[in-house]
């Protein structure tokens, strides 16, 4: 896996069709060498352009979010190793049994890491409490069920045993991440948001409204992830060049702004 900095901001291609996500791609050029191919564009365009990505040297994080029996987890990773891409996700909460059978079917590709996912981003405690596992009070409440930050860390050890390369984690779980999984294993980030500014305020506000336990990119990195997955933020920035640059340069480049 590329670890140079431009493969390390992994740009979300959240559009319904090929041809904005190609004039995206197009804007950005060199500026971004990994994008995120989630369910829409995936079902919208189909795999040709992810072919098309991986031929063109960018490495693709496919965000499949996994959640399946065992078999059909495996041929999906298969079919995600083949198309070229870097990253594959399957849920954690599915258990041991579907994280070994991705983690076996990526073995003959190489190039191919599977993450886990934890608690996606956008639940909060009280989600957890609806589905019968939170304490309710989220965060690192201590109820008598189980908190949000407990969870996550209890999925990702679960992962971790599994053989995953590493795990999907919201920016707040970064750090407790990176210390529950040493330093090789990949913590890659969405939910992150730009605060205010030109492209902050401009994305930055409705995405904030689905980020429940966001933070800035760079405080992610300094808590310990491997990469960022930024979306909006980006993609719907009057300048995606300019927010791509923002990202990677760190708080010392948005001070400038
Ligand atoms: O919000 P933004 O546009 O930056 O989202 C980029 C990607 O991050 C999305 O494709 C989504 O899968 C992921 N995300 C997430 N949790 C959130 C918000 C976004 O995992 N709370």
């Known amino acids: 896996m590329n670890t140079s900095a431009d ?14 996500a190609e004039a995206l791609v197009a804007r950005l050029g060199g500026a971004c060498g990994f994008y995120k191919v989630g369910l829409e564009l995936l079902t919208a365009a189909g795999p040709d352009l992810v072919r098309g990505l991986v031929d063109r040297g960018h ?4 965000d499949l979010k996994l959640f399946e029996i065992p078999n059909s987890v ?3 990773v298969r079919a995600a190793g083949a198309l070229g891409a870097s990253m594959v996700t399957v849920h954690s909460m599915g258990g041991t049994g579907i994280m070994t059978a991705a983690v076996d079917a990526a073995r003959e590709f190489p190039g191919l890491r599977v993450l886990a996912l934890t608690v996606v981003t956008s639940m909060t405690g009280s989600d957890l409490t609806d589905i019968g596992i939170g304490s309710g009070r989220g965060g690192s409440g201590s109820g008598s069920g189980v908190s ?10 679960l992962a971790a045993e599994a053989g ?6 919201s920016p707040r779980e970064a750090g407790p991440l990176r210390r529950l999984l040493g ?6 980030t969405p939910g992150v948001t730009l605060p205010g500014g030109e492209t902050g305020g401009e994305a930055g506000g409705h995405a904030r409204s689905d980020h429940a336990r966001s933070d800035t990119p760079w405080a992610a990195f300094a808590a310990g992830a491997s990469h960022v997955v930024v979306g909006r933020s980006v993609t719907r920035a009057t300048d995606p060049v300019a927010a791509l640059r923002r990202v990677a340069a760190g708080p010392r480049g948005a001070a400038g702004r």
Not at 7 to 20: C, G, K
Not at 59 to 62: M, P, S
Not at 164 to 169: A, F, K, L
């Open 59 to 62: 490495e693709v994080f496919l």
């Open 148 to 157: 949000t930050d407990e969870q996550v860390l209890r999925l990702a050890r």
């Open 164 to 169: 995953c390369d590493g795990v999907v984690g």
């Open 74 to 76: 495996a041929g999906a």
């Open 7 to 20: 493969h390390q901001v992994i740009v979300a291609l959240d559009f319904a069709d090929r041809s904005a």
């Open 183 to 188: 330093p090789d294993r990949l913590i890659v």
